[in-house]
T-cell receptor, first 110, second 115 residues
């Protein structure tokens, strides 16, 4: 069974700093990996989806990378802003099911 | 495009009562998912539909939980009877089709509290 781990569980950074969130998965046979953002009391908002054949995806200040062989993905956030404060979750898609990590709670301090 | 709609947003019931949640996915999305998210954890898949057929319900507690998607569009999830450990947020998500490289889109969820 696929297991997804996210480290750290919580992160606090000053505004303007660049940061990296980590996601690891135990089974490299994934279809794609998706990063989400979750604000308090809200559902999940899709940020980036990386297909298994891709190495990275970019959207604005966000860049996600995927290394299937090592079972790792990273989400890079450039020039962080207070509005980036949220919980970030990754999900590994095996083709039939998405397996989620427990998330990284990010606080960006003005 | 309109997003995934869920109702109600909040529900408070006593243990052993029953409750139902409703989800309307994005138009044209064949795959629909119900997740349970306990505070501090990632979402856990309960059941997955492709059109009106069940693809995976291996983690659905079938003695108390049931779900249907009769016409392959909107879906309901029911709990009967509820237990204290069912307190969670119930999220509905949809995607274009199973096995595609299309992202999942989530609703805002229903927050269930069991007294």
């Amino acid at each position: 069974k696929q297991e997804v781990t996210q480290i750290p569980a919580a992160l606090s950074v000053p505004e303007g700093e660049n940061l990296v969130l980590n996601c690891s998965f135990t089974d490299s046979a994934i279809y794609n990996l998706q990063w989400f953002r979750q604000d308090p009391g809200k559902g999940l908002t899709s940020l980036l989806l990386i297909q298994s054949s891709q190495r990275e995806q970019t959207s604005g200040r966000l860049n996600a990378s995927l290394d299937k062989s090592s079972g790792r993905s990273t989400l890079y956030i450039a020039a962080s802003q207070p509005g980036d404060s949220a919980t970030y979750l990754c999900a590994a898609n095996t083709g039939n099911q998405f397996y989620f990590g427990t998330g990284t709670s990010l606080t960006v301090i003005p | 495009e309109a997003g995934v709609a869920q109702s109600p947003r909040y529900k408070i019931i006593e243990k052993r009562q029953s409750v139902a949640f409703w989800c309307n996915p994005i138009s044209g999305h064949a795959t629909l998912y119900w997740y349970q998210q306990i505070l501090g954890q990632g979402p856990k898949l309960l059941i997955q539909f492709q059109n009106n057929g069940v693809v995976d319900d291996s983690q659905l507690p079938k003695d108390r939980f049931s779900a249907e998607r009769l016409k392959g569009v909107d879906s309901t999830l029911k709990i009967q009877p509820a237990k204290l450990e069912d307190s969670a947020v119930y999220l509905c998500a949809s995607s274009l089709e199973l096995g595609s490289n299309q992202p999942q889109h989530f609703g805002d969820g229903t927050r269930l509290s069991i007294l």
